[in-house]
């Protein structure tokens, strides 16, 4: 325990010379240098603040909770009842049990609903964490993405409402809307962009930054203390789009997250990572 | 050329996804994309109202990902045009220190913003005067930009009018409307248009 904290702390610390580097208006190549730095600690358990959510994850996998007081350990993420190796990895994929496309975060809150009927208001209220304010769907997600982690990402596309949904996606993310015109295309269909001194990574075509992104996912972010999840990721890219708050859950973030992880198809899952 | 290339591509079994072979993905049902985005934004919040738009012309550029035919290129440019309102005065040049700081303020109109006075942000997308070295490369640089002009009142009210909506000049263009939106203030569309066409402006040193 003393030595997981002092290497936080150390973390932390480089982390800081990075957002420091990162105030002073560096270089981008300097930036880049630091970040190497400490995506080279990311592999560590001990050092990565992330693995207290997936501890935290595995403690409530298997916790009976809801009006049947119950585990999710008999919730099927894709793979059969309870398993959970290589299920992140096939996400977002179409459950014939619910008819529909699913994300993990919309799986896990049909399987709160249905196995263990728990109440999700809270679940949902709690969706971001803050001080003070665990996430139950952030730590769940930790759990079970790091479950994959080493693996592939695959999108076979096999099921036509998975076509469908990818589409649809697709066509989210070259629409243009509201008061700065913005789509996702307009950051991220080239390669090499930056929007002040932050690099934008190319969505648009399938491939190394693709694959790089989305196997980086959920994340630390050390700019928010938080482990954050896809869901959050297009919250806050539609937040500096100037749009109204997207709906936590809805299809359209399915939809466009699965768009995302076809184009990052073959990228090596290492969750969770942590970012700026 | 494009056809050898995608045979040789596909004999080389690296024609893109895998479902390229089989089964293509379905051409996206208008109406099912629109109950998507319904559901994605049931309810307009307060004050959002003249924020949240799908017009005529953002429905083209997504349709066509910004890549417009040419006969609808015209039209578009044509109907964005006619929005432009310049100053009742014909005065576009305001104060450039004011614009100096605007351009560089990328605060406001997020929905986790307090209502505030918003910022252009320029510097998100535009080099613009070369001591501010936080700057984005979306779009092209702005660095000299009205020396480079002659500091011409002419193309100190084109500027002004590209600055009031994009689209005017460039269909489907990257950069916001940010008059047309009334994203900004006259003022402050005035005062950015100074700073790059003031010749004390820092961007024209």
């Known amino acids: 325990m003393a030595n997981r904290v002092m290497r936080l702390v150390a973390l932390l610390a480089l982390l800081g010379t990075g957002a420091a580097a990162w105030a002073q208006q560096a270089s981008p190549v300097d930036t880049e240098k630091e970040l190497e730095k400490y995506r080279a600690m990311i592999n560590d358990p001990m050092s990565n603040p992330g693995y207290l959510n997936v501890d935290r994850g595995e403690v409530l996998w298997a916790t009976p909770r809801g009006a049947k007081n119950v585990s999710l350990e008999t919730c099927d993420l894709g793979m059969g009842p309870g398993k959970l190796e290589g299920a992140y990895a096939r996400l977002p994929r179409y459950f014939a049990d619910a008819d529909k496309v699913m994300d993990l975060e919309q799986r896990l809150l049909w399987c709160m609903q249905k196995i263990q009927d728990l109440d999700t208001a809270d679940i949902i209220r709690r969706r971001f964490g803050a001080p003070g304010r665990i996430s139950d769907m952030e730590d769940l997600v930790a759990f079970i993405a790091n479950k994959s982690s080493g693996m592939r990402y695959e999108a076979p596309l096999a099921h036509a409402k998975e076509q469908e949904a990818y589409a649809i996606g697709e066509a989210l993310f070259y629409r243009r809307s509201d008061i700065m015109d913005f789509s996702c295309a307009t950051c991220h269909s080239e390669d090499g962009r930056r929007i002040r001194l932050q690099a934008l990574p190319n969505l648009v075509k399938a491939g190394k930054n693709a694959q790089d992104t989305m196997g980086s996912w959920p994340t630390y972010r050390v700019s928010q203390s938080q482990t954050r999840t896809m869901q959050h990721r297009l919250w806050d890219c539609y937040r500096q789009m100037r749009a109204p708050e997207p709906v936590y859950l809805s299809d359209g973030l399915t939809a466009l997250t699965l768009f995302l992880v076809k184009q990052g198809e073959g990228g090596e899952i290492n969750v969770p990572s942590i970012k700026r | ?205």
């Open chain 2, 1 to 205: 050329m494009k056809t050898i290339v995608s045979v040789l591509l596909l004999s080389l079994g690296l024609a893109g996804p895998a479902w390229a072979q089989g089964t293509k993905p379905q051409p996206v049902d208008p109406a099912k994309l629109e109950a998507i985005t319904k559901a994605m934004w049931p309810r307009t919040p307060q004050g959002w109202e003249n924020r949240i738009s799908f017009d005529e012309t953002q429905k083209l550029c997504s349709q066509y990902r910004n890549e417009l035919p040419n006969d609808v290129f015209e039209k578009v440019r044509a109907r964005e045009v006619a929005t432009v309102k310049f100053p009742a005065d014909g005065q576009v040049l305001g104060d450039w220190k004011a614009g100096r700081r605007i351009a560089n303020d990328g605060r406001g109109g997020t929905f986790t913003d307090r209502p505030m006075t918003n910022g252009a942000n320029c510097y998100a997308c535009h080099q613009m005067e070369p001591a501010e070295l936080s700057y984005g490369t979306l779009g092209p640089s702005l660095h000299l930009y009205g020396k480079n002009r002659g500091f011409s009142p002419d193309e100190a009210k084109a500027t002004y009018a590209k600055i009031y909506n994009s689209m005017s000049v460039m269909p489907c263009s990257t950069m916001p409307r940010f008059g047309y939106h009334a994203f900004l203030t006259e003022q402050q569309m005035k005062d950015v248009t100074a700073l790059l066409f003031d010749p004390e402006s820092p961007v024209n040193k």
